[in-house]
């Protein structure tokens, strides 16, 4: 016997139909069939629902204020589906309440038939119940979309629903969705932080991950490394099959990440391949004692500290002008106006943006590679759904705490449909209040503007993008590269590192053509070769020739000016710790020729 509405997509819910049908019994046609407690009934229900959310009644007024605006009702449950609180325009309410759908009332299948609520809960997930699929033919009028509330323990403390009259339009479910299961991840992240404020509190995340709003899971663990508890969805990460499973397991094990080499590693950030082959990005937060008290709201209007952040300090160092482009990013991103970034690759565009949100706390990070675009439906679907999360994230601004950002990389390669997305995305929001929209930043390898002049890129979406331009430099044409050169060595090394002054020559000297990423590469291989404190022009001397060789121009040896034998031989030794063996292989020269040349020389092994 198929009791199951023809037009469910979800199997839940044809066994959900037959459970109401064989096993409880239910008339589908009831006149009065959700059952309702009375108001002393519901009122310790709904202290306990709000001390178990950590009187998280910001977020629950927002949304109530969204539903408000959109014509449905805020729907929130306790774990036993008891409604305890019901917010929307009173109108809407007054259709709602003769329905069933009110305060105190039970949404519990064995009572309540196939509802948004009680599949919420019992799938442990978010759920949609449209009016053709409701068991009691009361409820056909409405579509209710839920999503479980979880505690840090990742037990469930209860349900939020939106209730609206089904248009049919599945927008509409889509919309509530996000907006509901953002608010949900809002509500366990920050019970999560408070349970585990002395852990260190890792953030996992696929990589160029499509979902804007629910892309990131959290992890604690303690000194030795071992998971302490973990967010949700973090065992789905892992290849996992339930939360609990990871608690008391090796991070290491797990998810194929150290995490004592994690925070030494530059902006605490690396990425890892999973056994199931899929790439996670972790990201490590030092554990505290306290909770940091929340930065307070700033007009748009008001001025703004020019002083940088540390983190951009440390990008711009060895340049006054890339100073200036990071303190011009720094301002377009705390007041929400969307910029573009600029520059050759490997400039830094990326940990640009990292160093951007790292400082802000950003809630969430999406990066879309624009390149990676195709005029097919699914990715014409993906644009869609991107804007509507935007929308989502605009209207949960306040409850996130933070700002959610959206990264087009490669902006310059964005096809015409995806292009007429974002500017319908920007022309919604006020961009003149940073509470409105996610922040925007886009990334180019090019001059966009020379898109536009050569007809690839909208005019009109580039001076809603461009409200500023941030042009990185080249790394050859920093003033200083020897500062950024010896940071960046420390950084790599953990401690610092010396740098000789015929190294640095040689580090002055190069071009430079892979910018940033080819600096790290030279100096990284540099320290491996030699004893990872000090760097010599032996180190050096593989860096590439400047330029092509011509005809008739001689071949140069890569070495700095008045760098004699004995000096590269004494950097070889003190490069392998004394090794001869080492040296002689670094040189390029048998171990009988070094140790003639020592001997030569006069060179002794420091005391």
Not at 25 to 41: F, G, H, N, T, V
Not at 83 to 103: H, M, N, P, T, W
Not at 178 to 183: F, S, T
Request: with cysteine.
């Amino acid at each position: 016997m198929n009791l199951a509405p023809h037009a469910g997509p979800e199997a839940a819910l044809g066994a959900s139909w037959e459970r109401c049908a064989l096993k409880y019994k239910l008339a589908r046609d009831s006149a009065r069939p959700i059952l309702r407690m009375q108001s002393s009934e519901v009122t310790p229900r709904l202290e306990e629902m709000i001390e178990r959310t950590g009187g998280r009644n910001g977020i629950f007024r927002q949304l109530a204020g969204i539903a408000a605006e959109t014509g449905a009702c805020l729907v929130v449950t306790d774990a036993d589906g008891v409604l305890v609180r019901l917010e929307g325009r009173q109108s809407g309410r007054d259709l709602f309440e003769r329905k069933g759908i009110a305060l105190g009332s039970v949404w519990d299948e064995r009572v309540a038939g196939t509802n948004g609520v009680s599949m919420a809960l019992s799938e442990k997930a978010a759920f949609t119940v449209r009016g053709q699929d409701h068991y009691f033919s009361l409820l056909k009028p409405f579509s209710c979309t839920a999503v479980p509330l979880f505690d840090a323990e990742n037990e469930i403390v209860g349900a939020i629903n939106y209730s609206m009259v089904d248009r049919g339009n599945h927008a509409d479910y889509l919309f509530a969705r996000q907006l509901l299961g953002a608010a949900a991840d809002r509500v366990q992240r920050l019970l999560f932080e408070r349970r585990f404020d002395s852990a260190m509190i890792l953030t996992v995340a696929p990589s160029a991950g499509r979902d804007l709003l629910q892309s990131s899971e959290l992890v604690a663990v303690n000194e030795d490394g071992i998971i302490l508890g973990a967010t949700a969805r973090a065992h789905l990460l892992a290849g996992g099959e339930a939360p609990a499973k990871l608690k008391g397991q090796s991070f290491e094990a797990v998810f194929a990440a150290d995490t004592t080499s994690l925070v030494q590693v530059p902006d605490r950030v690396m990425s890892v391949r999973s056994e199931a082959g899929a790439t996670l990005n972790i990201s490590a937060r030092v554990p505290t004692s306290r909770h940091r008290p929340l930065r307070p709201a700033r007009s748009p209007a008001s001025p703004l500290r020019r002083r940088l952040a540390p983190s951009l300090k440390r990008l711009s160092q060895g340049s006054e002008r890339m100073a200036a482009m990071c303190a011009r990013a720094q301002a377009c991103y705390r007041r929400g106006l969307p910029f573009v970034i600029e520059g050759p690759s490997g400039t830094g565009k990326s940990s640009l943006v990292a160093a951007l949100t790292d400082d802000a706390g950003s809630a969430q990070v999406m990066t879309v590679d624009c390149a990676t675009l195709d005029d097919t439906p699914d990715d014409r679907a993906y644009f869609r759904t991107l804007v509507g999360q935007a929308q989502a994230a605009g209207a949960l601004s306040d409850s996130l705490g933070a700002p959610v950002t959206i990264v087009f990389e490669n902006v310059d390669e964005m096809p015409g449909f995806a292009q007429a997305g974002l500017r319908a995305m920007l022309e919604t929001f006020d961009t003149t209040d940073a509470t409105d929209m996610p922040r925007i930043i886009a990334t180019s390898r090019r001059s966009l503007r020379q898109s536009v002049e050569q007809g690839l890129f909208r005019d009109d979406l580039y001076f809603l993008l461009a409200r500023a331009v941030v042009a990185l430099p080249a790394l050859a044409e920093r003033e200083r590269i020897d500062t950024l050169a010896r940071d960046l060595a420390g950084s790599l090394s953990g401690a610092e590192v010396e740098i000789t002054e015929e190294a640095l020559a040689l580090l002055r000297a190069h071009p430079w053509p892979g910018n940033l990423r080819e600096l790290q590469n030279v100096l990284q291989q540099a320290l491996i070769e030699g004893n990872g404190r000090r760097i010599s022009a032996v180190e050096l001397l593989d860096l590439a020739p400047p330029a092509p060789l011509q005809a008739g121009v001689p071949i140069v040896q890569r070495t700095a000016a008045n760098y004699d034998e004995r000096s590269m031989i004494e950097d070889a030794l003190a490069g392998a710790r004394w090794n001869v063996s080492q040296a002689a292989r670094t040189l390029g020269m048998g171990r009988a020729t070094i140790n003639r040349k020592i001997k030569q020389f006069g060179i002794s092994r420091p005391a």
